[in-house]
């Protein structure tokens, strides 16, 4: 099938005063029209630059960003303008990105004037069928976000971001601020959406079970490097890196009969400057050897699993 | 269970606690009625989302709530027998820290930016304790091996931490005065998975070597799995349900419990779409007649919208607030 996105050796490095932060260092992927990929790790991983990067919010410091087969690296002014109405994302506090002076209806608004497809009156009309689209009752259209709930408010955030008429929209920890019942009311709402507008979609996360439920494909990063991509059915039926197999034994199943030890990690996550060639991740690892202080490649261990290992193949014979 | 002191074997007892705040010239009624009991020695996890009341719950029985906008309606908290709404400010801050203690979910609550971590542990100690500035000193260090901080650390302040380094240090002031219970207010809810994993095993191995009981607030169905013996389900300031972890866990009973299991993607099957609850949380400064979870309720009869509940015991130990699924 053919590919929208693809990313080749993507970096964004940060200058920091303790030297170069490799926030995101050397990842590629692609994806394919309608689905959607997972991203998880845990915080300062390097998703949510990832996210930014992929889509021209920050510029990268290297790497290829090839979107609808072009090269959108490093495109500017009009042309840029044109790939942000197509790429759009979503944070996690809808509360931080509205403009808390501007109702329900004028934030749709502005941004569906932004694009100069429509007549303020049909701009107007638009404004209601994408309220309606993702489930804001039209009795809402005057509220102010702080007279919203989070759900209501993320509701508000989703429609602004469809109003440009995207066709990819990373997500960056859309749900993660909500409680679990609201939190499946939004996932089922991107769901729809994705499938009514055949929408491209990343899906950024520290929650593995909803990464799992709406992600096609997911991949797992670690101190900027993406470790593990897999097809999303098998990263908890068989994780091949050892990072991945400690992140998924640390959830605390809601099986109170079969309540599995977990892997406690010793140490944390630390941020990624000047980082050695070898494995970011063998100083916490147990299977860490003397060729894991070399560089790591990308394998493809099983049919479209790939693992950023070099005892992969060893430690899951 | 009758009215009056602690049973034996409990620590902690809370009788129709009703607390309400006031805003902007509403009413918020909080906490509606709730009663707990916590076993010595014990886990008991208080289940709910935003909003639920929790918080006010856990403040109510440290006596922390804001002075001028909060207040407890009506109600006993007996902790191992007295109840502690009864006590003096004087005699409650001889609890504070010292037969009870608390931790929040953001650990600046309870840390001073400007003072070095060592010395915030000491403070603790010395108020409870009637110990030298050394003594103190070295207790301090010890508390910071216990919770898995490198003793030379004391000299460093909180932002020298990471995040959950820094409950770590919550955690040792906490339990700087081997508390009797311990009050944990999603006290993993900010830290990443591997890194709770960390601190859960921690609390639960200190909370034997203590002896300690504790009440376990949060809104992970995972946690509450992994950790408490028992749960009680809160919704709108009330308790909806509760029993023992296998109670709720192999017989949710509650259409609130059973919607939380349900919204929850399952790893381990394949669905396309997620079953929400639908609506939200009722307006805690308007609550309905009838049952509070009745606007959302799938099952929800015309009488539900009338007429309020009492928990009725479904099975031995095992309460609920409805009988539709009993
Ligand atoms: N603007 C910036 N300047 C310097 N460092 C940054 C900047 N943005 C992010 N970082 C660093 O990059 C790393 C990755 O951050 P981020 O992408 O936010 O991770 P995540 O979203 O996975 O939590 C972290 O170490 C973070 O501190
Ligand atoms: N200081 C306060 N002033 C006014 N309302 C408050 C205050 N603290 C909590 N509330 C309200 O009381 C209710 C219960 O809050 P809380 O106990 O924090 O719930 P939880 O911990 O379960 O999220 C909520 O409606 C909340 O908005
Ligand atoms: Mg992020
Ligand atoms: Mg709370």
């Known amino acids: 099938m053919a590919t929208l996105l693809e990313i080749r050796n993507l970096k964004k490095y940060f200058q920091t005063p303790k030297g170069v932060l490799h926030a995101v260092d050397g990842i590629s992927f692609s994806l394919e029209p309608g689905k959607t990929m997972g991203i998880v790790g845990e915080s300062g991983c390097g998703k949510s630059t990832l996210g930014r990067t992929v889509i021209r919010l920050i510029d990268s410091s290297g790497g290829q960003i090839i979107f609808e087969n072009k090269d959108v690296t490093f495109v500017r002014g009009r042309e840029l303008k044109a790939l942000r109405q197509k790429m759009q994302i979503i944070f996690q506090d809808p509360f931080a990105s509205l403009n808390p002076r501007f109702t329900v209806e004028r934030t749709i608004r502005e941004a569906l004037m932004l694009t100069k497809r429509y007549s303020r009156p049909e701009a107007m009309d638009e404004t209601e069928r994408l309220m309606e689209l993702v489930g804001i009752d039209q009795r809402l259209r005057n509220s102010y976000p702080h007279e919203l709930d989070g759900g209501r408010r993320q509701r508000v955030v989703i429609a602004r971001a469809l109003a440009t008429g995207p066709r990819f929209v990373v997500g960056d920890e859309p749900v993660s601020a909500l409680d679990v019942s609201i939190q499946a009311q939004i996932i089922n709402l991107l769901q729809d959406l994705q499938e009514a507008m055949d929408l491209t979609y990343i899906f950024i996360t520290h929650d593995l079970s909803a990464v799992k439920h709406i992600s096609d494909v997911i991949g797992v990063m670690y101190l900027g490097q993406m470790v593990e991509i897999c097809p999303s059915n098998e990263i908890f039926r068989s994780p091949l890196h050892p990072y991945t197999k400690a992140l998924l034994s640390a959830i605390p199943s809601i099986d109170i009969h079969h309540q599995q030890e977990s892997v406690i990690l010793e140490g944390e996550i630390v941020s990624p400057i000047n980082p050695k060639p070898g494995c970011r991740f063998s100083a916490r690892c147990r299977y860490s050897q003397a060729k894991c202080g070399e560089p790591q490649s990308l394998e493809e261990i099983a049919t479209d699993h790939f693992v950023f290992c070099s005892r992969a193949r060893e430690i899951n014979d | ?326």
């Open chain 2, 1 to 326: 269970m009758q009215n009056g002191e602690t049973q034996r074997g409990e620590l902690l007892r809370i009788r129709d606690l009703v607390v309400e705040y006031t805003s902007e010239g509403e009413t918020i009624h909080a906490v509606n009625g709730v009663s707990l009991e916590l076993k010595k020695g014990k886990t008991l996890g208080l289940l709910g989302e935003t909003g639920a009341g929790k918080t006010t719950i856990a403040k109510s029985v440290m006596r922390i709530l804001p002075e001028t906008t909060s207040k407890i309606n009506s109600g006993e908290i007996y902790l191992n027998g007295k109840d502690v709404l009864l006590l003096s400010e004087k005699k409650m801050r001889a609890i504070r820290g010292k037969s009870a203690s608390m931790i929040f979910q953001d650990p600046m609550t309870a840390l001073d930016p400007v003072r070095r971590v060592g010395e915030q542990i000491e403070e603790v100690i010395r108020l409870h304790n009637n110990t030298g500035k050394n003594e103190a000193q070295q207790w301090a260090m010890e508390m910071l091996e216990t919770v898995g901080i490198k003793a030379d650390r004391a000299r460093e302040y909180p932002h020298q931490f990471s995040g959950g380094m820094k409950q770590r240090v919550v955690i040792a002031i906490a339990l700087a005065c081997k508390p009797e219970l311990l009050l944990a207010d999603e006290p993993t809810t900010a830290l990443d998975v591997t890194i709770q994993a960390q601190i859960l095993r921690m609390i639960e191995k200190l909370k034997k070597e203590l002896d300690m009981s504790m009440l376990l607030i949060t809104h992970d169905l995972g946690v509450v799995a992994s950790q408490c013996d028992d749960v009680a389900v809160i919704y709108a300031g009330e308790i909806l349900e509760s029993g023992s972890r296998e109670d709720i866990y192999d017989h949710p009973t509650h259409p609130y419990t059973r919607g939380l299991f349900d919204a929850l993607p399952d790893i381990n099957k394949e669905v396309r779409r997620l079953t929400p609850i639908t609506g939200r949380m009722i307006d805690p400064t308007d609550l309905p007649k009838g049952c509070y979870f009745q606007p959302r309720c799938a099952y929800a009869k015309k009488s539900c919208r009338h007429e309020r509940r009492e928990m009725a015991e479904i099975s031995p130990g095992h309460h609920c607030r409805c009988t539709h699924f009993a």
